[in-house]
Structures are given as structure tokens and as C-alpha cells.
């Protein structure tokens, strides 16, 4: 039965929940399809994820293993395959709480980075899981910059075979996962050396653990890195080679090889590499980023309609927690910014296949701008949802620290997404230059491409709004997001011109703008979402009144923007202070409209309560009844030994013979 | 050895790191007391946290009982009392991995709200250990909002006894500390009914489990809560009533007494209760707060010199990432913060022992304000510590992440702290209700207390700065901060009259004001803050270079302040467009020059390595080697059934007969 409470809420929603969850998954039909796949997972106690928060690492680890071999059964039973619709639902429905991801990259990167033979040999028998690949870039002491890695390659003509070695202990691999404990190969990034000669870092195809017995081959160390914030249920491992000899063959050739003789020859383009990148950042979006914060959002805002804390108003019942103005100014914005980061999604995901369209067409004119949208919205979207999802966790008080009610494993889950595939500031840094560029050549009249077009137009007028309700328009709202990003922008570049042209060396003056460089990123990104969102709800059909509340998130998910950053848009009096006024107004007023329709909106997201694995986030809200049930099962509720070693002779008061 | 790159800050520092350490301590004879504290804790293996961070929550809350008891006879041995001058760093050099701590509470609630009689027979019982108390307030359903607690006590004048019921599943107590395992006695709060009438909360001793044996007693139910984000030493615990019955003489009974006959009587001031929160919120700061963001600011910058990443310069070596602009912003702030705060921790504690004298001579007139100050800055501290350590934790990067870093502990044992004693939003609201009704005394004329004062001198000058040099002068700034708490008190105010002068009710327009309100309570502590900590400087002794660097310290507290939140400043033309820039400007080049004095300045934390238990943090900054010697001890490293019964039918094909 519902808690009432949470029922009532459902009763007023002024749009068709079914319909906007078909809007969210692409069509109906794609949410008839998902709802099949997660009935298939979920209906299979092998994937099931009751005590997942009582479990140690090493049955995490387990777990994912078991759920990994078994899904390849699972998918022959239902005719699921690696390349078909059904694949992606897949993944959400196990919450990626599944080995052998990387699995997955090896043959990626194969495919990508091997020649013809290579892939012809090598993808069979990773299909076929003959064997469990990784994928080892990552080192100890170096991340980011690829060009630091330190493990060496040297070729060795008389044997025909590279020789791989760990030089220091900053050169070990570390993190990749799979690698601890279940890989047998890896792909290994290390300098390439030919008659003494650096030829920059290469992938080489690596066989680390025996076939037979899976013990570790000659010369390789290697090891799980321990325990870590969330991926309990993956080996992040680590990697140190001595003298491993790999044949001349392991070499990923697609673009480079090296001839029996030692000749080394570089063939093709390498942008494709830049492009895989590319994909990786917009791929992760959605399952990595939006999910947690749209589980976030379902269970604390459900939560919040549930637990009834103080008066509101004197002689009344307690109220509802989401009745106070405060907590939906915690939790709406996230709410907006889940939807606006879905469409944000949509739109890259767009541009990506558009420019992979382009790239099979060899022209690789878009990849610079996809490169920098990708890479700021990879930033931008994780730092927001990561702070989001925080949010909703403590919205939720003490329960909300309880592991049980499914919040710090999200919060410990996404906040990985900011670091890995790119660390934040580092991609923020990247979009800024391209933004930099761009700025300069449009300022020079040449052209860019279309997302930066808006950079040539720098406009010195006053934001036209004349009352709050001025804030509600698109055009308004977006113009002034467009301003900041301009205003960034410009006086970063002319900051960075002016250092130049006072003598400070080129590095240093970038160095000494990537504060403000990093703000500018952020404001070009904050202005396309914002954009974005806006062209999206107009065009959605007028009908069941989803173009209405969409459209109240969009203006939710501006106004926040403004409200929480008013500097930028007062600075140059672009907005004065009776317009900020009217922002606060018109933002405090959306709350309270968008607040009726809250718990709908989370449930259009169509979490199942398998993949919430919330005590505080089920449908049906009853919420301390089953934090009283999981509880009961926590392994903390066992007999501990602590009594009769230590709290006994305490309390029998023979402490002096301990 | 101490790597070079680390060793290399040490020779430039501008000031005595003894001195300020003996400056934080409070004097160099306490620093000598502390040090001696936290050797013989040390050096005792009970007190090891090796390994903690492979260990359950099981084996955590072993070793926490295993440390409080052996604790007792440390104590005895080393002629510490828990009254003694050498208590309060015992717990510092264990970083509260103890249990027992509750029992310290229960004790206190007994001296506060016991009579003497209780006093007389309750106290010595549990400083013998004869009992194990704990403190049961916080239900299920109820937390902030005490009178509605829903667990009831009824007097039965037949027996003389209280019969005290959990009524419902959310009247449950739940989260208290020690009761779910390890507690013999608890102080219940629950609803007074006598001969059918409602009294409201009092406390009543009850006796949960056995003396003999520690089985639950007749009518209780209790366990274990279950996983939280941290705490896994503590036993947060459940406690469900049915019909338990206790003697007339336990309910606590300094303030009111239920006489024999079922009359009720109340006696004394119970404005001391007050007090006692006051007291508890001011105590937390400086263990559970300040404490955590000195370690993650130690562990974070030692790190951020010994990881070298990309070339700052082409053609020289890889940048220690600690030269990095991106990453002074991120870290240096967080460390001025940690200063700043310990400052304000300073001013807190003495305004309260200056309370504490005059409550004493009967004069409550100081509660006010030592209650809105206490609740604001607990909130404020709080939340900007917290956001502090996990900025802290990304700036590691992918190392950050990892359990052995020391910083995932630390950063979710710190985020509990914005919820319990108050959570952070009610805390503001409380100071902001201080604000206002202060701002309105003062607007009227009367008379304020001394923190409030400059509430009454609404001014709508400028910032008279002229350059960025300007910015430097701590008068220019405090009285910025001033004027933004002046103008967000008055501004929410006059809103506040306008709502209820247009007919909104009292109640709804106070709601409708909350997100401005918190707003100004925190510039509230803000401005106190900055101004606590420029009059601190002021007064240092100028010799051995520790003023100026704590001016420095300031300005960068100040300016990250402003630069962080511009609009504020702005919005009313306090200051301009320009003045902000020189803000910018400011607060930049402050980076670059503390960033040079960035290691002595943390090395003055003087935390052990021990106390930091942190790869990346020891002092000898032999980052890389510590990993992975912690690493291979995980016991993920250990053999896993998950290769013979998934990974080897897997590899060898077999899968189908799985």
C-alpha cells in the first residue's frame, strides 16, 4: 500500500507521467523495450542487489564476476546481443554493478588502434571469452598527461619482440580495472624504443595471467590497488613489468608499425584517436552522470513528501518537508538540471553523430568544436549532478547518511565521474582555448564554427526586462546567458593579450589566466544548456502538459543559474540590481509551482525500486518500516565477539586483568 | 627520506613553523603537552589504526571497544583524568576512533538534568564502567522537531512507575551512538502522561540489556542501524519500547518532578538546557570540523608538491601541480579557511566561557546571542570545511579517490557533521530569526547586543577603494562584508513586513522568506569571521615572520570570499565593476605569494603521520612507494573464489554448463 502522503501527490499532476517517460526514452516503443529488458534482469535473482550494502569488497568484486558470466547466458536466452537495441538498457538495469567493463575497452581499443590481422585474431577469442582483456594507460605517477608515461617498449631485432619494462615505481599501472584480479590481458601504453631512439608512447597487447591457471605470467606483478570511495565491484589494478617480451605483432599497428629491421613507419590519420575520446566523454554522460542524479532526485523528493518535520503553520499536522520553501530550493534546481542535462545529452549526442557522419566522409572539419563541447560538458555536467546529488543527500538528513537509503553510494559513484576520463579543470582548460581561439578569429572576421558563432556579436546593451514576469521568456533569459559568456570570454583573451604585450612569457600568462579561463568555460557551457533546453521545450507538442512543465524547468534551471552566480550577469550592468531583484522573485516563485508536480516528475524518471535500492525512495514510500526491515539484516546485528572480549570484564569489573 | 621535492618547501618557509604551531596550540607549553599526549597514545599498538581501511564495520567497532576500554587503563597509567588538562588531545591523537562516547553524554545529561540524588547514585556507577550509557533522543520519524517526539511515558501512580511504549514504527529511537550494540542504560526522551494529560519530553533512565549476560531486557527491542557513510566503529543503534516500566525515581528530575501522588511539578530556569546545546555546538568545531579540513589541506598540498603532472614550460621538467593557477584556487583558499575558522573557533569559546561566568551569577542575557552566533557559525563552519575537504579530495585526482588517501574518510566523517547537533539549514534559520529581530530592535532604537550593533548603522556609502593594492587593507574589506550582512538583513526584513503588511500570514511570509534569510545569517558569520580574524592578526606579535604571513592568510580568506560570491557585493553599487576586477586581481596574486609558504603552512598542523594515516600526506612525501606497499596489503590481493567458480568455466569454455 502507498503511503498517503505520497499518493496524494500523484493525484494532481498536471501532465501525463507515460507520456514524458516516453519522451525521456526516445518514444514509446523504446520504453516498452527498456521496461522488457529491466522485467528480464530484475525477475533474475543472479542480478539481484538485496544486501549489495552489507557486502564487503571482495564480495562486491564476486558479485559482478558472477553477474558478468551469467549475463552472457541471459543475453543467448533472450537473443540480446553486444550491437542491439537492447544493449544500453542492459547496463542501466544491473546500475553497473558489473564486471568485466573493461573488457569491453580492450576490444575497443583493438578495433580502433589494430590492423586488420591484429583485430581478425584478436577479437574472436575476447567475443568468444577466451580470454579477459584491460586497458593499461593510467600510471602511478601519471594521469593526464599521456606524453609522461614512463614504461618502456624496446624493440628487439634479434628476437623480433618488444621488451616491456617498469623503469620506477611512478611507472607502475594503476587503477585500470578488471586488472587486479580477473584480466589475462591487458593493453599496455608505454615509449616506444628502437636502436635507442624514443618513438613516443604505443599500445602493445599484453598477456599477463596464464590461461591454464591464471596465475601471474614471468615477469609481471601484479595486483588489486584496494580499496577505494565506491567500484567495490571492480579490480582496479595495478601493473609492473619486468623484462616481458611481447612479439613484434603486439603492436597495435593500425597507424604505426615497426618493420622486422627496425624501420618504423607511421600510416593514416591519428585524429580518429581524438575522436574516441570524444565518444568515451558523451558516452558516460548518461549512464555515469544523469542516472545518479536522477535517482537522487526520485528518492529525495519522494522522501521529502513522506517525512513531515515541524509546523508550518501553528495548530496544523507537522508538514511535509518539501513544503518549505528552503528544501525545494535544495531540490528543484537539481530536478531542472536533471532534465536539462538530459536534453543537453540528446543535443550532443547529435552533434557526435553528425560528425562521425562527416568523419566517415573523411572530413574531419567539426572535430575541434566536438572536441571542446564534449570535453566542457563532460566538466560541466558531472561537477553540477556530482554537487546535485550531494545536495539531495543531505536534504534527506541523518537517513540520508544511512547507506541504506541508496545516497552515498551514489554520491561516492558519481563523484568518481569528475576525475576520471578527463580531470574537470584540466578538459574545462581545453574548451577555453578553443573558445579563446575561436573569439580571436571571429574578432578578426574569420569564420568559426557555429557554436561559437555568438562570440563575434559582443553587444554592450542592458538586459530589456522590465518586470519578473520578463524572466520567464526564453529570449530574456538566454540573451543575458549569452552575455556572460561573451564577457568572460573577451576580457580573459584581453587579459591574456595584455600580459603578453607587458613581456610575460606566453606559458605564464595562460597560467596566470586559467582561473578566469576555467570561468569562461563554464559560462559557454551553462549558456548552449540553457539554449538548448529552451529550443527543446518549444518544440515539444503542446499536449498533456508536457510542454508546460517543461517549460518551467527551463525557466527553473535559468533563473537557478542566475540566482546562484548574480555577479556575472551584475558586473557590467548588463542586469541591474531591481532586475536581479526580479530574477530572486520570479526564481522563488517557480519553486512553489513546480513543487505540485514534483513527485510526477520524478516518477516519469521510471526508476524501479530494484534499481533504486532505496529504504528511503520506493514507490510506495514506506520508508521507516523498511529502514527498520534492512536494518534488521545488517551483519552489525550479529553476535560480536567485542562482548566477551572487552565490554564483559568492563562491566564485571575485571578491567585491572585485562 | 624526505623527497626532495617536498624537502625543497621546507628551506624557503618566511616564518617560524614551531611558533605558529605553538601559536594554534595556544602557547608552546601546551604544544609540549599535546605532543606528549599523542606519543604515548602512539606508541601503544592497541591504538594502531594499520589497516583500518580494509576493515568491516564489524571489525571497526571491535577495535573501537578494544581502544575505549584499553583507554581506561592508559589513563590510570599515565595519571590522565578525564577532567585533566591532557584530555582534550587524547581524542585529537585517537581522531575519534573510540567508542564510548555517548556514555560521556549520558553522564553529562545526568549532571544537567539529574537531581542531586541522581547525580549521587548514577555518576559514580558509570565512571566505575558498572553500566554503558547512551542517550536516546532522535526517533525514526523526528529529529530537529523535539515536542514531536512520539515515544510516550505513562505514570502508573498503582506502581509508582513510568511504562514507557515506542507507540508507532517512526516513535522508534534511532541513530543513537553506543546503543546498538554496546549500552547496558540509555536516557530516553519521551511524552510525559500523567492521569491522561500531556506534559510534553522529558528524560528517563532505562536500563536496555543485562548486567549479567547483556541480553535484551523484558520489552526492549534493539540492534544496530546498519551502514552509514562512516562511523563504522560507532554502533548507531534502534531501540523499540513495549510496556518497559521504570521506577518513579528515574525520570531526571532537577527541573520537574512527577510526586508520588501523580502531581506534576516544575521547577528551576530550564534556560540552561539551552545552554547545554550552545555548549555542544561550540565543542564539536574544532575536533570534528577544523580538525578534518587541516588534514585534508595537509595531505592535499604535501601531495600537490610531489605530484608533477603536464609542463608548465616547454622544454623543462613535468610542474609539481601545486604551480599550477587551477590548483593554488582550489587548495589555498581551503587552507586560509582552516586558519580563519580556528580563529573564529577562538572567539566562540571565549564569548561562551564569558556566557558561562555570568549564567552562573544568574544572568542569562548573553544566551541570545551566544545561541544565534553558535548555531550560525556551527552551520557555517560546517558546510564550508565540508565543501573544503572534498575540494580537497578532487584536486588529488584519481589518488583522492582511493580509501588510502585518507581523504574519502575524511570527507565523509565531516559531511555528518552539517547534520547532527542541528541541521545546518534550521541552525540558520534560528540565527536569521536573531537577525531580524535585532535589526528591528535596532531600527527602533533600542538596544542590541554587542555582535549586532552594526545592524543599526545602515550606511549606503561606497567601497572607497582606489586600487588593488586597497584590497589589502583589512578595514576596506571588513567593511564590504558588513555591508552585504547589513543590506541581505534589512532587504529580507522589509520584505518580510511587506508580506505580512499585504496580508500573508506571519507563518507563510516566513516561509516565503527562508532561502533570503539563510542568506543573511551566513553573511552574517561571514563578516564576523573576516573581522574576528583581521583583529586577530592585529594583535600577533610581529617577530618571526608569523604576522604577515596570517595577514596574508586573511586577505585570501577575505578576497576568496568576495570573489566567490561577487554578486553580493555588487548588487547594490557598494562596490563597482572596477573594484571588483581589483579584487580579482588581488586575490590572485595572493595565490601565488602563499603558495610558496603553502607546505611550513600545513606542516604547522603538526598532525602525525599516524593521525593523517594518509599515502599521499606523511611527512616524508614518499607518495608512490606508500601506495603500493598499502595496496598489496588490501585483502583484495588475497585469493578469491571468484576465479575457480566463474572466471576459470568462463575461460575454459565451459560456460554452458554453468
Redesign the interface.
Same mark, same amino acid.
Given at each position: 500500500s502507498v503511503n498517503p502522503d505520497l499518493a496524494s501527490e500523484r493525484q494532481t499532476a498536471s501532465f501525463s507521467v507515460e507520456k514524458l517517460t516516453a519522451l525521456l526514452d526516445g518514444g514509446a516503443e523504446q520504453t516498452r523495450m527498456r521496461r522488457a529488458v529491466v522485467e528480464a534482469i530484475e525477475s533474475d535473482p543472479v542480478f539481484s542487489r538485496e544486501n549489495q550494502?552489507?557486502q564487503?569488497?571482495?564480495e562486491r568484486?564476486?558479485a559482478a564476476?558472477?553477474k558478468?558470466?551469467?549475463l552472457?547466458?541471459k543475453m543467448h536466452e533472450m537473443g540480446w546481443t553486444e550491437n542491439g537495441p537492447e544493449y544500453k538498457y542492459i547496463y542501466r538495469a544491473l546500475s553497473g554493478d558489473v564486471a568485466f567493463l573493461l573488457h569491453r575497452i580492450f576490444m575497443r581499443s583493438i578495433s580502433v588502434l589494430g590492423s586488420d590481422k591484429q583485430i581478425a585474431k584478436w577479437i574472436p577469442l575476447a567475443t568468444?571469452?577466451?580470454?579477459?582483456g584491460s586497458y593499461a594507460q593510467?600510471e602511478?605517477?601519471?594521469?593526464?598527461?599521456l606524453q609522461?608515461l614512463e614504461t618502456t617498449a624496446v624493440f628487439d631485432t634479434a628476437t623480433q619482440e618488444f621488451i616491456l619494462n617498469t623503469p620506477k615505481?611512478?611507472a607502475?599501472k594503476?587503477?585500470p580495472g578488471d586488472m587486479?584480479?580477473?584480466a589475462?590481458h591487458t593493453v599496455v601504453f608505454a615509449q616506444l624504443y628502437i636502436h635507442g631512439k624514443c618513438y613516443g608512447i604505443h599500445p602493445f597487447i599484453v598477456q599477463i595471467r596464464s590461461?591454464q591457471d591464471?596465475s601471474l605470467c614471468p615477469g609481471i606483478t601484479a595486483?588489486?590497488?584496494?580499496?577505494?570511495?565506491n567500484f567495490e565491484h571492480t579490480?582496479n589494478g595495478?601493473l609492473l613489468l619486468k623484462n616481458v617480451r611481447v612479439p613484434r605483432e603486439n603492436m597495435l599497428s593500425k597507424f604505426c608499425e615497426v618493420r622486422p629491421d627496425g624501420t618504423y613507419v607511421r600510416q593514416g590519420s591519428q585524429k580518429i584517436n581524438y575522436f574516441t575520446m570524444t565518444s568515451v566523454r558523451i558516452s558516460l554522460i548518461s549512464d555515469e552522470v544523469l542516472t545518479p542524479l536522477m535517482k537522487a532526485c526520485t528518492i529525495a523528493i519522494r522522501y521529502s513528501v513522506v517525512?513531515?518535520?515541524?509546523?508550518?503553520? #501553528?495548530g496544523e499536522q507537522?508538514a511535509k518537508i518539501l513544503?518549505?520553501?528552503?528544501?525545494q /530550493?535544495?531540490l528543484l534546481p537539481q530536478l531542472a538540471a536533471a532534465y536539462a542535462f538530459h536534453f543537453s545529452n540528446d543535443y550532443l549526442q547529435e552533434l557526435f553523430n553528425r560528425g562521425y557522419r562527416e568523419i566517415q566522409k573523411k572530413n574531419f572539419d567539426m572535430l575541434p568544436e566536438l572536441h571542446a563541447l564534449s570535453s566542457g560538458f563532460k566538466a560541466v555536467i558531472t561537477q553540477h549532478c556530482t554537487a546535485g546529488v550531494?545536495i539531495c543527500l543531505?536534504a534527506c538528513?541523518?537517513h540520508?547518511?544511512?547507506?541504506?537509503s541508496g545516497l #552515498?553510494s551514489l554520491y561516492?559513484k558519481i563523484?568518481?565521474s569528475?576525475?576520471?576520463e578527463g /580531470?574537470n579543470?584540466i578538459l574545462l582548460?581545453q574548451t577555453a582555448r578553443f573558445l579563446i581561439k575561436c573569439f580571436m578569429a571571429a574578432s578578426a572576421g574569420q569564420p568559426v564554427p557555429p557554436s561559437v558563432t555568438y562570440l563575434a556579436a559582443v553587444k554592450h546593451g542592458k538586459c530589456p526586462a522590465k518586470n519578473k514576469l520578463d524572466f520567464l521568456s526564453p529570449d530574456i533569459y538566454t540573451e543575458a546567458y549569452q552575455h556572460v559568456a561573451v564577457r568572460l570570454t573577451s576580457s580573459t583573451a584581453a587579459k591574456l593579450q595584455d600580459l603578453i604585450q607587458s613581456g610575460v612569457?606566453k606559458?605564464?600568462a595562460w597560467?596566470?589566466?586559467?582561473?578566469?579561463l576555467?570561468q569562461a568555460a563554464k559560462a559557454h557551457c551553462h549558456y548552449i544548456a540553457v539554449k538548448n533546453f529552451a529550443e527543446t521545450v518549444e518544440k515539444l507538442e503542446t499536449k498533456a502538459g508536457i510542454q508546460k512543465i517543461m517549460k518551467h524547468l527551463c525557466d527553473l534551471f535559468a533563473l537557478h543559474g542566475i540566482f546562484s552566480?548574480?555577479?556575472?550577469?551584475?558586473?557590467?550592468?548588463y542586469t541591474s540590481?531591481a532586475q536581479?531583484d526580479m530574477v530572486?522573485a520570479s526564481y522563488?516563485d517557480l519553486l512553489a509551482v513546480i513543487r505540485k508536480d514534483a513527485v510526477p516528475l520524478v516518477d516519469a524518471f521510471d526508476f524501479t525500486d530494484q534499481s533504486l535500492n532505496s529504504a528511503l525512495g520506493s514507490y510506495d514510500g514506506q520508508v521507516?518500516?523498511r529502514?527498520?526491515e534492512?536494518?534488521?539484516?545488517?551483519?552489525?546485528?550479529?553476535m560480536?565477539?567485542?562482548?566477551e572480549?572487552?565490554?564483559?570484564?568492563?562491566?564485571h569489573?575485571t578491567?585491572s586483568k585485562?
Open positions: 550494502y552489507f564487503t569488497q571482495n568484486y564476486e564476476v558472477r558478468a558470466v551469467h552472457q547466458k568468444q571469452h577466451k580470454l579477459i593510467t602511478l605517477g601519471h594521469g593526464t598527461y609522461g615505481i611512478s607502475m594503476w587503477w587486479g584480479r580477473s589475462t590461461l591464471h595486483g588489486d590497488i584496494g580499496p577505494k570511495m579490480d595495478y517525512r513531515r518535520q515541524s509546523k508550518l503553520k #501553528p507537522e513544503d518549505y520553501q528552503t528544501q /530550493e535544495k550531494e543531505r538528513g541523518g540520508g547518511y544511512s547507506l541504506l #552515498p561516492t563523484l568518481a569528475c576525475i576520471y /580531470e579543470t582548460l612569457k606559458h605564464d597560467n596566470q589566466c586559467t582561473v578566469q576555467v552566480n548574480t555577479g556575472a550577469f551584475l558586473h557590467d550592468g540590481a536581479m530572486t522563488l521507516y518500516q529502514l527498520y534492512w536494518a534488521q539484516k545488517s551483519p552489525t546485528n550479529q560480536s565477539p567485542a562482548y572480549r572487552y565490554l564483559k570484564p568492563l562491566l569489573n578491567l585485562l
